[in-house]
């Protein structure tokens, strides 16, 4: 069976008997164990982490993917990768990676490091106990349920007839553009952090935006949510702090762009093409 084509069904534990080989998404704190070749990468598949002798220190049942057992699990920070095997950072691994196991990682990851900072209660200290009905840890003393936490993200890609507001980070790689995003803060809608984040960054006005997409995010455990905004107005006034450049583009002549499997991405090139389409449409083109 080819596990990328499964579909996934999320669970907090086994519907039975976990036989055959699983899925193990195995962490040594923000690296994943994997084995990697030019085209692809995966993940072990095995009964269980002792079978490549590896001590496990936390484990979390993820679901199915197919009729395929998925769990994560994370071992200690001096466990030795098994043969044919390395720790990998997760975006080390774009481009061997296709959506649904990308998601699949991101989901492990998330689950796993909620799941480690929340082995105490925030409000009393108690050792808290994992809950048998949903994905939370449960205070056994004063009765508080730990969540695992997603911060949502919105992503502006900012559109002015043919031409688009790329920025870029100092963190990206050299020549990489891409939306402008930024975290919904609390009481805020996200139409409101969207015309807020846009004014902080580059200083200029948005209207009608229009949702695209989301992406679930492990860096940490974001939520991206992305949409297409009407420039509105104001000069490019970059926030340093923030944003090392932003410019208009053609979108006959864009920057080097993000990886394909990120959502800035797949936002950036659905805009371009609807842009060529209309210029389709207006000439009659079929």
């Known amino acids: 069976m080819d596990d990328r084509r499964a579909q996934f069904i999320p669970m907090i534990a086994p519907p039975g008997a976990m036989t055959g080989d699983a899925l193990w998404f195995i962490f040594q704190g923000e690296q994943i164990l994997a084995r990697t070749s030019e085209a692809r990468a995966d993940v072990p598949a095995c009964a269980d982490p002792a079978d490549l002798g590896l001590a496990v220190l936390r484990r979390q049942y993820l679901g199915l993917l197919g009729n395929r057992h998925c769990v994560s699990a994370e071992v200690p920070p001096d466990a030795t990768p098994p043969d044919g095997f390395g720790w990998f950072g997760l975006r080390s691994l774009f481009g061997l990676l296709d959506d649904a196991q990308f998601s699949l990682m991101s989901r492990a990851r998330q689950i796993m490091d909620w799941d ?8 009393c200290g108690t050792l808290t106990e994992p809950s048998r009905t949903e994905r939370a ?127 800035a991405r797949r936002l950036i090139n659905a805009t371009v093409e609807e842009i060529h389409a209309e210029h389709r449409g207006q000439r009659g083109d079929l």
């Open 137 to 263: 840890r449960v205070c056994p003393a004063c009765g508080q349920i730990h969540y695992p936490r997603i911060a949502p993200v919105v992503m502006a890609l900012v559109r002015d007839g043919d031409r688009l507001l790329l920025a870029r980070s100092p963190r990206f790689a050299p020549g990489t553009y891409s939306a402008l995003a930024g975290f919904v803060e609390a009481g805020e809608s996200l139409e409101q952090s969207l015309v807020r984040e846009v004014r902080e960054e580059v200083g200029i006005e948005i209207a009608s935006p229009r949702y695209f997409s989301s992406q679930s995010w492990p860096f940490p455990h974001s939520l991206m949510i992305a949409f297409v905004c009407e420039y509105a107005g104001g000069e490019i006034r970059i926030d340093p702090a923030e944003i090392e450049d932003a410019r208009w583009f053609s979108v006959d002549s864009l920057p080097g762009l993000p990886n394909p499997m990120s959502i």
């Open 116 to 123: 480690r900072a929340h082995q105490y209660c925030g409000r």
